[in-house]
């Protein structure tokens, strides 16, 4: 059983490589980037609150986060193993994400810090478009669609999310250096921290993420 974080920058791919292990491993990614996206898209309370923080690329306050994670962690498919991509974002969500765990007897297997450089997170998330329909990631650079502006899956427009505009990211990254970067030396000290070097072709760097996670459920 695999209960894993994938910790980066902004942009470093955590919910590209998400996917993958999903369909790989059969277990739920949990993404507290996404749930925040759909709280705005359905103009929920919390997506109204949410919303006032993430197009100025500031965090949004843990409460608000540790409330929809420990209501995640309620639903049956995550009792089988998950994938956290961008939880904790602090350390007092991993604290508070130990208490959790530590309630439902449950242990993290591993935290996968994927290595990239800066130069390549600006290339990636200036280049980065998303779905308006299913959600779906190209990228103008690495990953074009088949028609421009258009996705493959279903034909909708494709859009550059206002946090992915370049100033925009340049704060995303202080506020990580701030606010996130901490979390590196909290996981190294409890023995979970595996840095896995990611630049370079994408296959070539799935295939290491994919060497990592196979040696843990071994364990």
Known sequence: MIRIILFGEPGAGKGTYSAELVKKYGIPQISTGDMLRAAVKEGSELGKKAYEFMKNGELVPDPMV???VHN????????????LDGFPRTVTQAQSLDQMLQKMKLELSAVIKIEISKETILSRLTGRRVCTNCGSTFNVVTMKPKTEGICDKCGHELIQRPDDQPDTILNRLAVYQKDTAPLIEFYRNKGLLRPIECEGPYNEALARVFGALDKLAKV
């Open 66 to 68: 540790i409330e929809m």
């Open 72 to 83: 995640r962690f309620q639903q049956a498919d995550a009792a089988h193993g998950f994938i």
